[in-house]
Nanobody
Framework: QVQLVESGGGLVQPGGSLRLSCSAP????????MGWFRQAPGKEREPVTC????????YLSDSVKGRFTISMDNAENTVYLQMNSVQPEDTAVYYC????????????????WGQGTQVTVAS
C-alpha cells in the first residue's frame, strides 16, 4: 500500500471554494493515475475526477463539470482538487486514490486510498 496524504477539507458555505491536496511518492505519482472519489452518507463511493501524467484529465463527473478542477504539481508530487461554487450535494468524504490503470477512473482499479477528508457544504 502506498501512502497518500490528504489535506484541505472542512466546512464551506454554498457558493464558496475549497482546495484539497494529496501528496504521493514520486514513483506512484509518475506511473499511476491519480484521482478524487467521494462518498456521501448512505451512498456508494463515486469517482469525481482523475488525471495522469501521460493522459492528462481522464475523467470528470458531470455533476462537477464547470466547478471542480483537478491538477498535478510534478515538482511536489501533489495532486489538487479545486472546488468552486460548491453546493450542499457536494458534502461527502473525499478520498485521494492511486489508480493502477492511468487512463481509467474506477474504484475497482484503485491500488491505494488516502485517509479521506470531510467536506461539508452548509450555511
Amino acid at each position: 500500500q502506498v501512502q497518500l496524504v490528504e489535506s484541505g477539507g472542512g466546512l464551506v458555505q454554498p457558493g464558496g471554494s475549497l482546495r484539497l491536496s494529496c501528496s504521493a511518492p514520486e514513483y506512484t505519482f509518475n506511473h499511476y493515475g491519480m484521482g478524487w472519489f467521494r462518498q456521501a452518507p448512505g451512498k456508494e463511493r463515486e469517482p469525481v475526477t482523475c488525471i495522469s501524467s501521460s493522459d492528462g484529465v481522464t475523467y470528470l463527473s458531470d455533476s462537477v463539470k464547470g466547478r471542480f478542477t483537478i491538477s498535478m504539481d510534478n515538482a511536489e508530487n501533489t495532486v489538487y482538487l479545486q472546488m468552486n461554487s460548491v453546493q450542499p450535494e457536494d458534502t461527502a468524504v473525499y478520498y485521494c486514490a492511486a489508480i493502477f490503470v492511468p487512463s481509467r477512473c474506477q474504484a475497482s482499479l484503485v491500488g491505494s486510498w488516502g485517509q479521506g477528508t470531510q467536506v461539508t457544504v452548509a450555511s
